[in-house]
């Protein structure tokens, strides 16, 4: 009998498991999810490819949470489109609602991916967080003209904007990623705390640098509501330390950084401008306040909706600055109460979990936290197509779908409890 080839086991095919191809595919996406410069976007190539290969791959796992909130982003979409039929926007509102529909599709099928395996999140925020990294870079370097010839690409209107079409965007989506490694600094062992709280840092710097009030009051809250969560759930001495000295040490470089900053004459000029409430495009009937009042009172009349982009296009110069506003004027009353069903129906599951520890690494806190900061932001601005928006729902409701027994023990939590111990 003869005996197989000394090499045989180098013949042997390559073999990738499915869910491994399929994770990686998923981190790509979130690395490039911050380079948006134009919609529709390089990522959404990608973001379309997971809609249909994690089904086929039989990677996922659709819950009630995910089919519920599908469920009412359909109806948005079917009303927004009987809205359009009697609008003059037809043809471009065909093409956002497509896009919100795949944007839904999108954070269904990633849910039921994270719902068959809840560790598979943790590898896709630190994916997130390399994407919000490169655009921060990208704002920083645009921002002090480090590199000649990229300030115009990377900066709008003397605001840093990165890889994204608007500054308010760039500071919005950064947010999550901040917060996420605020919580790395509490929970994760002393040299990644060290390098996360850096990290922070840096991206923190990038939304400062936006000059979007809305992503700063929108950071501001979803870290008080870690905080507080932090707080109320500590268990462990180290947890308490932690916590301290955080709350302590970070209103203190809160400050020292402002000072530093504010020393280069531009910032502290547009940081002046940009802290007022009372802002001149805010006032008057053709601004922002004005063109609201205009949207409750056609939303008022006009239960049925007036279609995408028509409010733009016949009533005002711009759209509502509100996104629950711009729901409404789009798909009529059912389909604004609708949206607010999606943002409820997140906030409740994931804010369900978060405070009965069901999740026990804590990642439901931070993505709802980050959520939560979201849904704020949409009162001052429209996040209809926020990519961010729709990940982090997607990060939510896979959580929240995933069965009990699928959480394993958080690592560095059980580190630190030893440590304390």
């Not at 994690?54 to 982003?73: E, N």
Request: aromatic share 10%; with cysteine.
């Amino acid at each position: 009998m003869n005996a197989p080839p000394a090499n045989a086991a180098a013949l042997r095919p390559l073999t990738i498991r499915a869910s491994t191809a399929a994770l990686a595919l998923a981190c790509v996406a979130m690395a490039t999810s911050a380079i948006v410069f134009s919609e529709p976007a390089p990522v959404d190539v990608l973001m379309m490819g997971l809609v249909v290969l994690l089904p086929l791959l039989g990677v996922v796992r659709l819950g009630r949470v995910a089919i519920t909130g599908f469920t009412l982003w359909l109806v948005v979409v079917a009303t927004g489109y009987m809205a359009a039929l009697q609008s003059p926007t037809l043809d471009t509102a065909t093409i956002h609602l497509a896009v919100t529909l795949y944007l839904a599709a999108l954070s269904m099928m990633l849910a039921g991916f994270i719902a068959a395996d809840p560790r598979r999140l943790l590898v896709l925020l630190w994916a997130y967080v390399i994407g919000a990294g490169l655009a921060a870079l990208a704002a920083v370097v645009g921002y002090f003209d480090i590199v000649p010839g990229f300030q115009d690409l990377f900066t709008n209107y003397g605001r840093a904007r990165g890889t994204f079409k608007d500054p308010n965007v760039l500071g919005a989506a950064l947010a999550p990623a901040v917060v996420f490694l605020i919580w790395q600094t509490l929970r994760a062992d002393r040299r990644r705390a060290i390098v996360s709280a850096l990290g922070a840092a840096f991206i923190g710097l990038a939304v400062l640098l936006s000059f979007s009030r809305g992503a700063w009051i929108s950071l501001a809250l979803s870290l008080a509501l870690v905080g507080v969560a932090s707080l109320a759930h500590a268990r462990r001495r180290d947890d308490f330390r932690r916590l301290l000295m955080i709350v302590f040490a970070a209103p203190v470089l809160l400050v020292a950084g402002a000072i530093a900053v504010t020393q280069v004459e531009p910032i502290a000029v547009l940081l002046e401008q940009r802290a007022s409430l009372d802002q001149s495009y805010d006032q008057g009937p053709e601004g922002r306040f004005g063109g609201q009042a205009k949207a409750w009172s056609l939303i008022l009349d006009n239960p049925q909706g007036i279609g995408t982009h028509t409010f733009r296009e016949r009533h005002h110069h711009e759209e509502a600055h509100n996104v629950y506003l711009s729901m409404a004027l789009s798909s009529g009353w059912l389909g604004g109460f609708a949206y607010v069903g999606v943002v409820l129906l997140t906030l409740a599951a994931g804010l369900r979990d978060a405070w009965l520890g069901r999740d026990r690494s804590g990642l439901q806190l931070v993505v709802t936290a980050s959520f939560a900061g979201l849904a704020f932001e949409g009162a001052v601005i429209d996040t209809d197509h926020w990519r961010h928006f729709f990940l982090l729902q997607a990060f939510v409701w896979g959580l929240a779908d995933a069965p009990e027994h699928a959480f394993a023990i958080d690592p560095d939590a059980r580190r630190a409890g030893d440590r304390a111990g």
